[in-house]
């Protein structure tokens, strides 16, 4: 069983910047995937950005060049640093680390999520 923990949200004005932090926790082999994805009020949950374990990020063009993923190998965390916030980046951002436990069966866990507010 696999625990996602975020942390970071909060409000900021337009042009601000957040970070945020997700740390996984449990009896985890091996980290293939970790990503954010965010879910705006009325609208589907939408990838954020994505960093694999061994290829290249993939980003939304929506936060190309003012969001930026990375990670702690060492801690399981995976970070998301967001600045030139626009009031549309305002959404739950939720945290998704994909892999394996030390049984070997796969697993998907997701945080709680945490609420991002840019105000204009």
């Known amino acids: 069983q696999v625990q996602v923990v975020e942390s970071g949200g909060g409000l900021v004005q337009a042009g601000g910047s957040l970070r945020l932090s997700c740390a996984a926790t449990g009896n985890i082999f091996r980290i293939n995937t970790m990503g954010w994805y965010r879910q705006a009020p009325g609208k589907q949950r939408e990838l954020v950005a994505v960093i694999p374990s061994g290829g290249n990020t993939i980003y939304a063009d929506s936060v190309k060049g003012r969001f930026t993923i990375s990670k702690d190998n060492a801690k399981n965390t995976v970070y998301l640093q967001m600045n030139n916030l626009k009031p549309e980046d305002t959404a739950v951002y939720y945290c998704?680390?994909?892999?394996?436990?030390?049984?070997?069966?796969?697993?998907?866990?997701w945080g709680q999520g945490t609420q991002v507010t840019v105000s204009s």
């Open positions: 998704n680390i994909q892999g394996s436990l030390r049984t070997y069966s796969g697993f998907n866990s």
